[in-house]
Every structure is written in structure tokens, then in C-alpha cells.
């Protein structure tokens, strides 16, 4: 089965305190990888991708993600938030089948920064 | 820049009412896809399609249908809607997987 699984809903965490926030999936067949970013009230922002070469990409904002193929993870983390990180993430993958793309989400990790 | 539009951003219909859901982008894109995001669950795709007349059911394609005639035309039909239907819509597009280009979403509530 192909899947996709954020482990946390929801993931306090205080203002300029480190943070990482998990993605797992399930897949015979190779993949892309995707951590897209949700402000309030605003549409899906593409944070980073991972498509091949070094497994450590650094996206927008100071964040960055580490493709662990053995562990099938993709987690994203950030060394200090801001206040303004406060958004909803979303993990995704590109299941690269025979003869067609399938892009799946996961559930979403809510990241509530306070002061 | 990519631009993917989606006919309405809010829309009221009535339950067994036939909706018609469009999406349109300007890139030339192969593939495209039909979420629905609910607060808790992500979104999940309903229907995705990688070429002209070319679909493929995603995890909930119970209650909706679509079409692609054009190339950069998807269409998301509810043949007959239901409360439960109310949600999100979000349509995408993308060229060679790498990138997936979202339109502003349509609110669509079942009354």
C-alpha cells in the first residue's frame, strides 16, 4: 500500500526552541518527496522538495529535511522558530508508478509557536 | 508563473443538487488532482488524472466523478450532493512530478 503518515497532529513548541516534525510512508516504488506549508486562512506554499542527489535539502524560511530511504522518513526540522512558523505542514509524496504519478498527502502536523 | 484557477471560491448547494467543480492551468501540465481538505484529515485525494481522457480513483472517490477532455481542464462532479460532501476542494496540477502548483480552493457547503 502507498501511504503517507505524520505522526503528530498538533506540536507546541516555544519561540526560537528547535523543532521536527515527522513524516513516514509506505511505497515499493520509488518516490518524491514534498513538505508543503498552510498559513491561516491561505493556500498550500511549497516549502522543499526532495527529488534525488544529497538526501539533506533546505527549503524556505530555514527549514530543512533529511530523506532517510532505509527508515522511509522524510522528517522536517528547524533549529529556532519564529512566532510566524505557526502555520499547518503537510507532508507529501509522489509515488512514481508504471505509467502514472500519484501525489499523496498526509494528515497534517499542526506547529503552534508561542512566546 | 503557474497559474492554476478553480471556477468559485465559495459555493452553497442543496443535498441530491448535480455540482460541477472546475479547474483550470496554464502550463501545459499532464497531471492533475482533486483533494479535499477537512480539518483533521488532511487532504485526501479524490481523483487524479495523468493524461486527456485519463483518470485514476485516489483514496475516496465515492459520490464524485470527472472528466478531462482538455488537457488543461479537470472537472470534479458530485453527481448527487450530500452533507457530507461540504468541504474544501483543492485542485492541482504538475509537470513531471516535481512540483505540485495549487489553485486558491473552492468552499463548497451542502445544504
Known amino acids: 500500500a502507498q501511504s503517507v503518515t505524520q505522526l503528530d497532529s498538533q506540536v507546541p513548541v516555544f519561540e526560537e526552541a528547535p523543532v521536527e516534525l515527522r513524516c513516514n510512508y509506505s511505497s515499493s516504488v520509488s518516490v518524491y518527496l514534498f513538505w508543503y506549508v498552510q498559513y491561516p486562512n491561505q493556500g498550500l506554499q511549497l516549502l522543499l522538495k526532495?527529488?534525488?542527489?544529497?538526501?539533506l535539502v533546505k527549503g524556505i524560511n530555514g527549514f530543512e529535511a533529511e530523506f532517510n530511504k532505509s527508515q522511509t522518513s522524510f522528517h522536517l526540522r528547524k533549529p529556532s522558530v519564529h512566532i510566524s512558523d505557526t502555520a499547518e505542514y503537510f507532508c507529501?509524496?509522489?509515488?512514481?508508478?508504471?505509467?502514472?504519478?500519484?501525489?499523496?498527502f498526509g494528515t497534517g502536523t499542526r506547529l503552534l509557536v508561542s512566546p | 508563473d503557474v497559474k492554476v484557477t478553480q471556477s468559485s471560491r465559495y459555493l452553497v448547494k442543496r443535498t441530491g443538487e448535480k455540482v460541477f467543480l472546475e479547474c483550470v492551468q496554464d502550463?501545459?501540465?499532464?497531471?492533475m488532482f482533486w483533494y479535499r481538505q477537512d480539518p483533521g484529515l488532511g487532504l485526501r485525494l479524490i481523483y487524479f488524472s495523468y493524461d486527456v481522457k485519463m483518470k485514476e480513483k485516489g483514496d475516496i472517490p465515492e459520490g464524485y466523478s470527472v472528466s478531462r477532455e482538455k488537457k488543461e481542464r479537470f472537472s470534479l462532479i458530485l453527481e448527487s450532493a450530500s452533507t457530507n460532501q461540504t468541504s474544501m476542494y483543492l485542485c492541482?496540477?504538475?509537470?513531471?512530478?516535481?512540483?505540485?502548483?495549487f489553485g486558491p480552493g473552492t468552499r463548497l457547503t451542502v445544504t
Open positions: 492541482a496540477s504538475s509537470l513531471d512530478s516535481q512540483k505540485g502548483y
Open positions: 507529501a509524496v509522489t509515488f512514481m508508478n508504471t505509467g502514472f504519478q500519484k501525489l499523496v
Open positions: 502550463m501545459d501540465h499532464e497531471n
Open positions: 526532495y527529488l534525488s542527489g544529497s538526501t
